[in-house]
C-alpha cells in the first residue's frame, strides 16, 4: 500500500470541501442569527415588586372583647322544641295509617325528631345570635 501527497495533504486540495470549509462559518452565523431571538425568549423576567407588612406588637392595638350572644341557647331550646314536635308529628302520621297491621311508629318519631332538631336548632342559633348578653360586669344584670 502506498500513500502519495495528495492523501496526505486531505481536504485541503479537494476543489469541493475547500468550499464546504468556506461555507460552514456563514451557515454558524445563519444559525446563531436565527436562533437568537427564541434563545433571548428564555431570559427570566424582572421579579414583581411585593409588599410586606410591617409587624406590630400585641400591644399597641388593644384587643376588643369578643361579643356574647345567645346563639348556642337557641339552638338547645330551638332543637328541643321543635325536634319534640317534629317527633310527635311524625309518630301520629304514622298512626293514621290506614293498613291492616299495627305498624311501628318508632322509627317515624325518631326521623320527625332529627328533622325537626335540624330544622329547630339552626333556627334557634341564627335568632339566638341576633341577641347579645349584656357584660358581665353589668351591676343591672342579675
Known amino acids: 500500500m502506498t500513500f502519495s501527497?495528495?492523501?496526505?495533504?486531505?481536504?485541503?486540495s479537494d476543489p469541493v470541501c475547500s468550499k464546504c470549509m468556506r461555507r460552514s462559518p456563514l451557515v454558524a452565523l445563519v444559525l446563531?442569527?436565527?436562533?437568537?431571538p427564541p434563545v433571548a425568549g428564555q431570559r427570566l423576567a424582572k421579579p414583581l415588586p411585593h409588599w410586606e407588612p410591617l409587624l406590630q406588637g400585641s400591644d399597641t392595638v388593644p384587643k376588643a372583647p369578643p361579643v356574647r350572644d345567645y346563639a348556642?341557647?337557641?339552638?338547645?331550646?330551638?332543637?328541643?322544641?321543635?325536634?319534640?314536635?317534629?317527633?310527635a308529628i311524625?309518630?301520629?302520621?304514622?298512626?293514621?295509617?290506614d293498613s291492616y297491621s299495627r305498624p311501628n311508629c318508632t322509627v317515624a318519631g325518631i326521623?320527625?325528631?332529627?328533622?325537626g332538631a335540624t330544622v329547630g336548632g339552626v333556627t334557634g342559633g341564627l335568632l339566638g345570635s341576633l341577641?347579645?348578653?349584656?357584660?358581665p360586669d353589668d351591676p343591672e344584670h342579675p
Open 5 to 12: 501527497a495528495w492523501a496526505l495533504d486531505g481536504l485541503r
Open 32 to 36: 446563531a442569527v436565527m436562533t437568537a
Open 72 to 87: 348556642w341557647e337557641g339552638f338547645a331550646v330551638g332543637g328541643a322544641f321543635v325536634g319534640i314536635l317534629g317527633a
Open 90 to 97: 311524625g309518630s301520629g302520621l304514622c298512626g293514621s295509617d
Open 111 to 115: 326521623k320527625g325528631f332529627l328533622i
Open 131 to 135: 341577641i347579645h348578653k349584656p357584660p
